[in-house]
């Protein structure tokens, strides 16, 4: 898990693999991400022949050449929640080619929470992912994976598909647009994981991923990252304190206290 596979040759007709399994058995293949620039009809992100038990979840895959991104004869288990990008190929072989996530989908009976689309990578040999629209949140958690590729906290709900856990730009903000606090109370703001993907820039001059706000007002964050910036607000309200008021009136020996709050 957690690794990054390149395979770049644009003009080879020969086939590539980014991982190649051939009689292995209960292996766990999780959160990796693959870059194949190839012109070989049969070149495979993944490739599957003999053994068996393998689980592959949260897997990002890329061919940009005419040949698969799954090519399974044998030994899978459980395939899901990953993304199968292959614009000039096709999605996989089943006994036939399976052009279509979808073609793929039903011959298999595989990946029924898995997408198709272009991961964005920073570059053909970096990659970092863009596309949060797919990818973010998009995969399983794994108990034994805390982190990503580069030690980076994995969101403990929903991992990001790939082995680069990021900082979703279309997703970032606050999930409420105001809060309350007691008067005489702090409220902590931000805490998106992971919090080292970027750099932040509050209202009130902080760069920390995290603030403590204790006047009442607006707080606003822009976070960069390198997919670009996005920008949030929420409002810090002050609960109105309890004030007591109330009259008395006796009877013989009993008070009678009212409340006029």
């Keep these: 898990f957690n690794n990054t596979f390149v395979v770049e040759d644009s003009v080879s007709t020969s086939t ?13 293949i999780m959160n990796n991400s693959i870059n194949i620039i190839s012109q070989g009809t049969a070149s495979r992100g993944f490739y ?3 053994g068996g038990g393998i689980e592959l979840f949260n897997n990002n895959v890329r061919n ?6 799954i090519y399974y004869l044998s030994g899978l288990n459980e395939s ?10 096709n999605i996989g072989y089943l006994s036939s080619n399976q052009a279509t996530l979808t073609d793929w989908q039903n011959a298999s009976l595989f990946d029924l929470n898995s997408v198709s689309g272009d991961p964005a990578y920073f570059s053909s040999t970096d990659l970092h992912s863009c596309n949060d629209t797919l990818l973010d949140g998009a995969g399983v958690s794994v108990a034994y994976i805390m ?31 105001s809060i309350w606090k007691c008067s005489s109370a702090t409220v902590d703001l931000g805490g998106w994981e992971p919090t080292n993907d970027g750099t932040y820039l509050w209202s009130t001059s902080e ?5 403590s706000a204790a006047t009442p007002g607006s707080y606003s964050v822009t976070v960069t990252t390198g997919c670009g910036s996005a920008i949030s607000s ?14 008395s009136t ?11 709050a």
């Design 16 to 28: 590539s693999y980014g991982v190649y399994c051939t009689t292995v058995n209960n292996w766990d």
């Design 48 to 50: 599957f022949s003999g």
């Design 64 to 69: 940009d050449g005419p040949g698969f991104g």
């Design 80 to 89: 899901n929640n990953n993304n199968i990008f292959v614009p000039n190929g």
């Design 147 to 177: 982190t990503d590729f580069e030690g980076q906290t994995r969101d403990t709900n929903n991992f990001d598909i790939g082995a680069d856990e990021f900082l979703g730009l279309s997703n970032f903000g606050f999930s409420q647009d």
């Design 207 to 211: 760069s920390t991923p995290t603030i």
């Design 234 to 247: 929420i409002m810090v309200e002050d609960i109105p304190d309890a004030v007591a008021d109330f009259s």
């Design 250 to 260: 006796t009877s013989f020996v009993t008070g009678v206290f009212t409340s006029n």
